[in-house]
């Protein structure tokens, strides 16, 4: 829809629809639970009665899944929807099939209400949402605290065209503003305790200050705009290249040539076996800078440092080389620790504002 010139005709339709809601929220706060900094998971509920979900709140994929009774390998420890005990399920039987950059989901689609937020806490109906519901997800999944993902991007990303939970809410005339702001927090090595604020339908100005600057998306596929401008230590990478804002991702992705640079300027060394660059935990390296728009960022060394057990710290940065397709950088979840990112998908842009977490006084290993 976005590619074929009918947003301006979309937007009508939002601000006609909108008057006429009886859903109408001006905003939903949700919170999310930090897994050691390496994942942020939410709530959610499917069906009539409710059925409820712990979920991946992914900006970098666009389709919302959960597993089904008929998966059996690596979903033991899974919440799974059964369709029989929804009143208001529809049968869609279509088959769909995910692969993600690690890890892989297929089975049949749904449709039935989803509700952001957990039962008898404040929620966001979106009813007649259509769904994965799995019959097989890969290893990668089995020991994850995640039942599935509830992709947030937009249609265009999506597998199948199948058009997201949020852009549903936003057609339906359900939130407020169309966009939706992120706070994750830093907590160290600490294991499913409150970490942050998906805030859906407005700007957070609890946990956020004021907006630095809006950078409009160069795609509207993922969430992905212009940067530049990468910096740590004596080096800088001045090119423009695409990037992406990605929830879902624990790391900071970038060119292989790059990170190397990034990590010897931080004092890490890579790890072959681990796959990862190995730093001291008491290090304190200066800021990795990005410019986005004319504005630079800074992120801390706490935000780009991770605590992995036994008294080893990595660099939360990883080599990613698409030899000229898709975004060059995936700023991940230590940018967006750093900065509170907004998700304007009615203006088709990107928000980026401190986050207003105080800066930790302990190490790593303790959090804070």
Known sequence: MLRSGEWATYKKYLDRHRKMSPWQLQSLPQNVND????????????????????VVLDTGSANLWIPGPSCKANCDSKHKFDSSKSSTFVKNGQSWTIQYGSGAAAGVLGQDTVKIGAT??????????????????????KSDATDGIFGLAFTTLAVDGVVPPLINAIKQGILDQPLFSVFLEHRGTQTNVGGGVFTYGAVDTTNCGPVIGYQPLSSAT?????????????????????????TGTSFLGGPSVVIDEMAKQAGATYDILGEAYIIDCDATPGPL?????????????????????????VLTLFPMDFGGFGPTWILGDPFIRQY?????????RMGFAPSLQPEPKTSLKLGT
């Open 222 to 246: 993922y969430f992905q705009f212009k940067a530049n401008r990468f910096r740590l230590g004596k080096y800088l990478n001045a090119k423009v290249v695409d990037v992406i804002s990605d």
């Open 35 to 54: 897994f050691a900094d390496f994942e942020y998971l939410g709530n959610i509920t499917i069906g009539t009665p409710d059925q409820s979900f712990i």
């Open 289 to 313: 800078g990005v410019t986005i728009g004319g504005h630079d960022y800074q992120i801390q060394h706490y935000n780009y440092i991770a605590d992995v057990g036994d008294g080893t710290c």
């Open 120 to 141: 008898g806490e404040s929620q966001l109906s979106i009813p007649k949402t259509t769904f994965g519901i799995a019959n097989q997800i890969s290893p990668d999944f």
């Open 340 to 348: 509170c990112n907004i998700y304007d998908l009615g203006n088709l």
